[in-house]
Antibody
């Protein structure tokens, strides 16, 4: 059974850093496109980043230069390093399998950026 | 960036009615358009991929059509459990983008 379990969210001050983790089971992270998608409170879905199976990475303009997607193949885990956080980064962050069609989603982890 | 515009933003529907949600892309995306359902306090769920391809386990009352710039998600004979937000998503070119969402309420 495919499972994605995010962790690492929480309350952080503006300008701070946070690293989200997504532990995957039931499939191999490195063999798939893996994405992060976020959802601000009461708002719609926003694509954040993708890492291809070959290792190429891409980002939304809103996070480029501040966020870094990566994976640890030995731990079958996806990460999102978030630096220079802003209030507008407040959202539930979903880890997801796929970058084309997204066929599995985690339960999400809430990141709140506030002083 | 490709902009996806859904209509309507909100729809209140009685059970067994037919629901049609449209998604228009700002430029041609071929068939690289996918639909998701998100129920309150849940993660999104893939309903339709590549405009019209069905997904295992998704009820057959959900169907998709379209290509190029205009796409449609149809729910035949709406059921109470279909109350949710519905989103389209394009993977034709980076950055991937989502429509703003359509909320379907059951009367």
């Amino acid at each position: 059974e495919v499972q994605l379990v995010e962790s690492g969210g929480g309350l952080i001050q503006p300008g701070g850093s946070l690293r989200l983790s997504c532990a995957a089971s039931g499939f191999t992270v490195s063999s798939n496109y893996m994405s992060w998608v976020r959802q601000a409170p009461g708002k719609g879905l926003e694509w954040v980043s993708v890492i291809y199976s070959g290792g190429s990475t891409y980002y939304a303009d809103s996070v480029k230069g501040r966020f870094t997607i990566s994976r640890d193949n030995s731990k079958n885990t996806l990460y999102l390093q978030m630096n220079s956080l802003r209030a507008e980064d407040t959202a539930v962050y979903y880890c997801a399998r796929g970058g084309l069609e997204i066929d599995y989603w985690g339960q999400g982890t809430l990141v709140t950026v506030s002083s | 960036e490709i902009v996806l515009t859904q209509s309507p933003d909100f729809q209140s529907v009685t059970p067994k009615e037919k629901v049609t949600i449209t998604c228009r892309a700002s430029q041609s995306i071929g068939s690289s358009l996918h639909w998701y359902q998100q129920k309150p306090d849940q993660s999104p769920k893939l309903l339709i991929k590549y405009a019209s391809q069905s997904i295992s386990g998704v009820p057959s009352r959900f169907s998709g059509s379209g290509s190029g710039t205009d796409f449609t998600l149809t729910i035949n004979s709406l059921e109470a459990e279909d109350a949710a937000a519905y989103y389209c998503h394009q993977s034709s070119s980076l950055p991937w983008t989502f429509g703003q969402g359509t909320k379907v309420e059951i009367k």
